[in-house]
């Protein structure tokens, strides 16, 4: 054979047959069956916004904001909020008579039945509409109303405290996410109208003179 010569005796050219198959049987073993379909580039707004209104419904429902803003009604199971007036509050034809006079502590506070009406140090509380009709709801507030009023406990943000038993301490501790996500919800539940009692304030102590 000649130096340069480029044809390869029968014997190499049988063993780079073998490796070439074992290549090509090598890199199908790997190949998925099925193409991988491919990543969405981003996920729609629609979709977006659908995951933070199920984020907000999934917050509501473990921050037990339906125990007071929606009414108890008596079930086989006792007493559960009656999700057909869900977040609407205090029923207004449940008119409540003036709270009883309890004797100083340790019993301080009482509540309705219906657990939306309480009464204690602090005066009488109604647990408020949160739906979204505009009369007698949440309808005219907004987003960021909302979040003043979770961190300050001030009604509407900046007016009278927000009284007992309303957990807004622990409320205003969420992240800024994590309440844009319970307004969406909020936002988002069947408008009811329900026109809820004003709460009372006790009157502040009489000053010494
Ligand atoms: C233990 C009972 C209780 C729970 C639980 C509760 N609330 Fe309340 N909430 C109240 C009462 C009572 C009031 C009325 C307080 C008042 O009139 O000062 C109130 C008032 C409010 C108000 C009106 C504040 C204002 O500025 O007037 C908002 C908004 C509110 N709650 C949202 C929520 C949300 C959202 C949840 C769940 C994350 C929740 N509440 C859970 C009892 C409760």
């Given at each position: 054979m000649l130096p340069c010569d480029h044809r390869e005796s029968p014997r190499i050219a049988a063993a780079r047959a073998v490796l070439v198959l074992m290549a090509t049987l090598s890199v199908a073993a790997c190949q998925p069956a099925v193409a991988p379909e491919r990543e969405p580039e981003s996920v729609p707004v629609q979709n977006q916004a659908d995951v933070v209104v199920a984020r907000g419904e999934y917050l509501v429902n473990i921050l037990a904001c339906n125990d007071c803003h929606t009414p108890y009604q008596m079930t086989a199971e006792g007493p559960?909020?009656?999700m057909s007036r869900m977040l609407s509050g205090h029923p207004e034809a449940l008119q409540m008579p003036s709270p009883p006079t309890l004797l100083e502590g340790p019993w301080l506070w009482v509540g309705a039945g219906?657990?939306?009406?309480?009464?204690?140090p602090w005066g009488v509380s109604y647990a408020t509409n949160l739906t979204p009709d505009q009369n007698t709801g949440?309808?005219?507030?907004?987003?960021?109303?909302?979040?003043?009023?979770?961190?300050?406990?001030?009604h509407m943000g900046t007016s009278?405290?927000?009284m007992p038993p309303m957990p807004w301490p622990a409320y205003g501790q969420m992240t800024d996410d994590d309440?844009?996500?319970?307004?969406?919800y909020l936002?988002?539940?069947?408008?009811?109208v329900n026109h809820v009692p004003e709460g009372m304030p006790a009157e502040p102590p009489a000053q010494a003179p």
């Open positions: 559960r909020p009656d219906s657990n939306t009406a309480f009464a204690g949440l309808g005219i507030w907004t987003e960021d109303l909302f979040r003043q009023a979770m961190r300050t406990g001030r009278r405290p927000i309440l844009r996500a319970v307004w969406a936002r988002s539940v069947p408008a009811l």
